[in-house]
């Protein structure tokens, strides 16, 4: 069980990931940035805390997979792992750039540590689930995590990935939903309406879990509940709020697809540093 310093120790390494997502952005001029902001919690317990992976040797064949389907988040995932050590943190601001490792949308065969090429919203579960199945055919005890956004639920090929994982009872395959309410074009539930997605899933025969996002002690444990469901998949919905650690931009879909200006990222790196302090005040 991990204690209060171990916590505290993996919030300043979102709130790290966070500077870090906000300085890239600004260096490529183009991406996304409510979404990584908003999923940099869940990125450092995943990177710091549940997945059994080595940065040293990142085509470890033990290793835990971790397939990210809402690809244009990546900036998250590749803050994450420069902070964990796969690559220097100085190459996060090469983001975007010609020849770059790090593109738009994660490559597989550009940076060693992604286990897909992601793009297309949708393809990621079916990706997972096919890893999950192959493991099991295998004998292999690696774990598959997939994270995935709300509004990539309106694709229909994620049902079929969804029936597919329920049908064969995947319990080495963990879902992590970000339920952070926006999509590029408006909110989800006027957009294309979710609700009930927890129900959807049960229906689906998948064990269900919903956490708030942000409390990273609570998430690691929902990762540990997962580990303990033998006879189906895991679902964790992951309540978060878009744009977290900068006010302004909270809960404002038009930041889905919008890269901060300088000025702007100025005033966003200003308000995340105090992150640290708040964190360190809480568990006084």
Known sequence: MLSDVDILRIEE?????????????????????AGPLGMADIFAALYFSILNHDPAHPEWAARDRLILSNGH?????????????????SECLTLRKFGSRLQGHPERLKLPGLETTG???????????????????????????????DGEHDAGNVWESVMFAGANRLSNLTVIIDRNNIQINGMTEQVMPLEGLRAKYEAFNWHVLEVDGHNIAAIISMVNQAKAIYEKPTCIIAHTIPGKGVKEIEFDYKWHGKPPSYEEAQKFLAELRTMKGKITSEHQ
Not at 15 to 28: F, G, P, S
Not at 74 to 79: G, K
């Open 119 to 149: 793009g297309p919203l949708g393809s990621g579960l079916g990706q997972a689930a096919g890893i999950a199945y192959g493991a099991r055919m295998d004998g292999a005890k690696f774990r598959v995590y997939c994270a995935m956004s």
């Open 13 to 33: 390494r979102a709130a790290a990931i966070r500077r870090t997502i906000i300085e890239m952005l600004v260096a490529a001029g183009s991406g996304h940035t």
């Open 73 to 89: 988040i990546v900036p998250v995932r590749y803050a994450a792992m420069a902070h964990a050590g796969y690559f220097p943190v």
